[in-house]
């Protein structure tokens, strides 16, 4: 309403406030602010990373502490080497 000078908003049609809406620049947009600060977030080394990814990270890294796989060193193989370590797993049934 601010920005455009609407007196009326609630007589707006539907496709024009679809059309305000897109073209409205986000810092003036409260709407877009809470979006936007509902999709980021930043993490302690000061990155912005979407929420969605910190709760998979978050997620993950607790699998890895309850499985005392934390910050394990991991190291490459040949299938070969994997099937003479663990005979059970080549096993055919």
Same mark, same amino acid.
Not at 33 to 48: N, S, V
């Given at each position: &309403?601010? $920005?455009?000078?609407? @007196? !009326?908003?609630? %007589?707006? *049609?539907?496709?024009?406030?679809?059309?305000?809406?897109?073209?409205?620049?986000? %810092?003036? =947009?409260?709407? &877009?602010?809470?979006?936007? +600060?509902? !999709?980021?977030?930043?993490?302690?080394?000061?990155?912005?990373?979407?929420?969605?990814?910190?709760?998979?990270?978050?997620?993950?890294? #607790?699998?890895?502490? %309850? +499985?005392?796989?934390?910050? *394990?060193? *991991? !190291?490459? &193989? =040949?299938?070969? $080497?994997?099937?003479? #370590? #663990?005979? @059970? $797993?080549?096993?055919? $049934?």
């Amino acid at each position: &309403m601010r $920005t455009y000078g609407v @007196s !009326q908003p609630l %007589e707006v *049609r539907w496709p024009r406030f679809l059309r305000l809406l897109a073209y409205l620049p986000p %810092e003036e =947009s409260i709407f &877009m602010r809470i979006i936007k +600060h509902q !999709q980021i977030e930043y993490t302690e080394d000061g990155k912005a990373v979407s929420r969605d990814k910190i709760d998979r990270v978050k997620a993950r890294d #607790n699998l890895r502490k %309850e +499985h005392g796989r934390d910050r *394990r060193p *991991r !190291q490459k &193989m =040949s299938l070969d $080497t994997f099937l003479e #370590n #663990n005979p @059970s $797993t080549g096993a055919v $049934t």
